[in-house]
């Protein structure tokens, strides 16, 4: 069965320390990944996806077909960064989304 | 140009009673997605509409039910609700279904069943 799974609920680094965010999946097929930040008060919103390979607001994550994985790094993390941060598949054209990651930015 | 809106913000209903929400795309996007976001569950799929026409469901029972007008405007509802479906809920827009097309959120609606 298509599943995302984040295993940390939570992750607390002070400021200026590297990010992980873990992002392992189950899907048959190839898989299209993305990363959603939710801030506080604001709506879920897409970070970044893999087929972009992009860099958006210093946050990368590479698709590791191999050991199914799809993290998020972030060499230098700011407070600004503090939020929840959801792992999604698309399958279908449906998101299916891991139960998330909480990341808190000590200064 | 307008983000995603959802009506009402906040509702509070009984057991048994029935609901339904209101979700208005961007302009122009014509896709809409439902979901359903909870403390334990996280965020689960409901149902996704284009053109009128539900193209994908999720696990969901068939209590919860929506569809989308010809202005793309979708709503859900949901009968004779339970406890258990206290929850935000969450729908997305996009110009059209494809995973080339991102997927906008509203703000949600907090529905709490007592």
């Known amino acids: 069965a298509q599943r995302v799974t984040q295993p940390e609920k939570l992750l607390s680094v002070f400021k200026g320390a590297p990010v992980e965010l873990k992002c392992n999946y189950s899907y048959s097929g190839s898989p299209e990944l993305f990363w959603y930040v939710q801030y506080s008060r604001q709506r879920l919103q897409l970070l970044l996806r893999?087929?972009s390979r992009e860099s958006i607001k210093g946050f990368t994550a590479d698709l590791n077909k191999g050991e199914t994985s799809f993290h998020l790094k972030k060499p230098f993390a700011q407070e600004e960064d503090s939020a929840m941060y959801y792992c999604a598949l698309k399958d279908t054209d449906k998101l299916i989304f891991g139960t998330g990651t909480r990341l808190q930015v000590f200064p | 140009k307008a983000g995603v809106t959802q009506t009402p913000r906040y509702l509070i209903k009984t057991r048994g009673q029935q609901v339904t929400l209101s979700c208005s795309p961007i302009?122009?996007?014509?896709?809409v997605s439902w979901y359903q976001q909870t403390p334990g569950q996280g965020l689960q799929f409901l149902f996704e509409y284009f053109s009128e026409t539900q193209r994908n469901k999720g696990n969901f029972p068939g209590r919860f039910s929506g569809r989308q007008f010809s202005n793309s405007r979708s709503e859900m509802n949901v009968s004779t609700l339970e406890l258990g479906d206290s929850a935000l809920y969450l729908c997305?827009?996009?110009?059209?279904?494809?995973?080339?097309?991102?997927?906008?959120f509203g703000p949600g609606t907090r529905l709490t069943v007592t």
């Open positions: 997305a827009s996009s110009l059209i279904p494809g995973s080339s097309y991102e997927q906008y």
């Open positions: 893999h087929i």
């Open positions: 302009s122009g996007h014509r896709s």
